[in-house]
């Protein structure tokens, strides 16, 4: 019996869009590694193992492949924190929960941190760019956050430096392991260092 046209699509659907995704990853890993100035569309498609027409096909030029990587980075971190923000201990339990996702992502897939580290070198169309998206991320748990100051936490912060308090004291270690080890002497790429790394910063936030 041959499939339904329906199911066809489906399965059509699903092949295009995990290509599009490896493509993403790809682009992500390319702009991480050599910088956007460095950086081709033909050499994202030999990473991705598709065809350079391809990467024209969707996304135009380098600066639309730019934006959609740096989209489909930070949208894997909105994802993750989406599906922890429902703790049932109350606020500032749900803030360190959603830290803890955020270091995790970063230990996982260090790529977007590293290309925010290059961008943000000098400011520019894509540091705004970055820290616009960030901003939107951060609009949905801005009630949260003051939840959480009315409890008597994180007074010394606004929504944003806390955002770049965990950036820079947590996620930039993960995504920069050889520095990290240079200067603590310790692997942070295993799994008890990073968490013992998470915690301390947990710590701090909420000593």
Do not use: C
């Not at 046209?5 to 869009?17: E, F, L, M």
């Not at 290509?19 to 956007?36: S, Y």
């Amino acid at each position: 019996m041959k499939p339904s046209s329906a199911i066809s699509g489906k399965r059509s659907q699903a092949v295009a869009d995990q290509t599009r995704e490896a493509m993403l990853e790809a682009a992500l890993r390319a702009f991480a590694d050599h910088g956007f100035e460095a950086t081709s569309l033909r050499q994202a498609a030999d990473l991705a193992g598709v065809s350079h027409g391809l990467f024209r096909k969707h996304f135009g030029n380098k600066e639309a492949l730019w934006r959609a990587a740096v989209d489909f980075g930070v949208n894997r971190y909105s994802q993750a924190m989406k599906q922890r923000a429902t703790s049932e201990h109350g606020p500032v339990s749900t803030v360190q929960d959603l830290v803890r996702v955020m270091l995790a992502v970063t230990a996982e897939h260090p790529e977007l941190v590293r290309l925010m580290v290059t961008e943000g070198a000098v400011r520019s169309d894509r540091s705004d760019y970055i820290a616009e998206i960030w901003h939107d991320v951060g609009d949905h748990y801005r009630d949260l956050f003051y939840s959480v100051q009315k409890e008597g936490e994180l007074t010394a912060f606004v929504d944003s430096d806390m955002f770049l308090f965990v950036l820079t004291a947590g996620m930039i270690p993960l995504a920069l392991p050889g520095l990290t080890g240079s200067i603590l002497g310790v692997d942070i790429s295993t799994e008890r260092e990073r968490d013992a790394h998470t915690e301390r910063l947990i710590d701090v936030l909420f000593r």
